[in-house]
């Protein structure tokens, strides 16, 4: 759906075919506020990115790299520049009880990652020596923010099954202005729903493909 088709449906929602009482600029800015919060709560926007690593250097800024970066989900680095290693996710604090002075470890082979979307660090331990220092050697797979729709035939970035939930957002959203608190409530609750639907089929589908990629003895025995 494009922006236009959203907001029709939106006012068909809300019984107003034209702009009498909310315009189009407040719905079209709702559009994008719902648009935002559901890319935020189903880390359903997905892409993956190269980045170069750096001699001797752990973190990294990484919305510099991934421009509205919402969470990582997997890591690779390409060790010794030969093959793509899949690193596991650690922590500041996992690394100071597991390997203190970890900060003042010395260069070589990066084998874990850690990352703090607040501050927006991004780190490798170990930090690459001179053999790890890679042009396009990390690659990292992320979910992200959603970008706002400008015009009326732009689409949202978001799956097709959950746009269907932007249409709740925003006729929430207007019956509480017009105070009607039942309208409003059922608007939630239709739009937590279809959020939860669409939450649960991806991880029954993520399910289906562990099951499909395990071994067939795994499976049977």
């Not at 990390?138 to 932007?166: F, M, W």
């Not at 929430?172 to 609750?189: C, I, M, T, V």
Request: glycine share 4%; with cysteine.
């Amino acid at each position: 759906m494009i922006r236009s088709e959203i907001r029709d449906l939106i006012r068909k929602r809300l019984g107003e075919t034209t702009s009498s009482f909310w315009s189009d600029t407040e719905l079209n800015s709702w559009i994008n506020d719902g648009c935002t919060d559901i890319a935020f709560r189903t880390k359903c926007i997905r892409s993956n990115a190269y980045f170069t690593t750096l001699l001797d250097t752990a973190e990294y800024v990484l919305s510099t790299i991934v421009p509205n970066l919402l969470s990582i989900n997997e890591v690779y680095f390409k060790t010794n520049n030969l093959t793509w290693d899949k690193l596991p996710a650690t922590s500041r604090t996992e690394l100071d009880i597991l390997s203190p002075g970890w900060q003042s470890a010395a260069s070589g082979v990066p084998y874990q990652y850690y990352y703090n979307r607040e501050e927006d660090v991004f780190g490798l331990y170990v930090k690459p020596n001179s053999t790890n220092a890679i042009a396009n050697g990390c690659r990292v797979y992320y979910t992200k923010a959603h970008i706002d729709l400008t015009t009326d035939g732009s689409a949202p970035q978001l799956p097709e099954y959950v746009q269907a939930a932007i249409c709740d957002f925003v006729a929430a959203y207007g019956y509480e202005q017009r105070g009607w608190g039942d309208k409003a409530n059922d608007a939630w609750a239709k739009y937590f729903q279809k959020l939860h639907d669409y939450q649960v089929e991806r991880n029954r589908e993520t399910e289906d493909e562990d099951l499909v990629m395990k071994p067939e003895r795994n499976i049977w025995h």
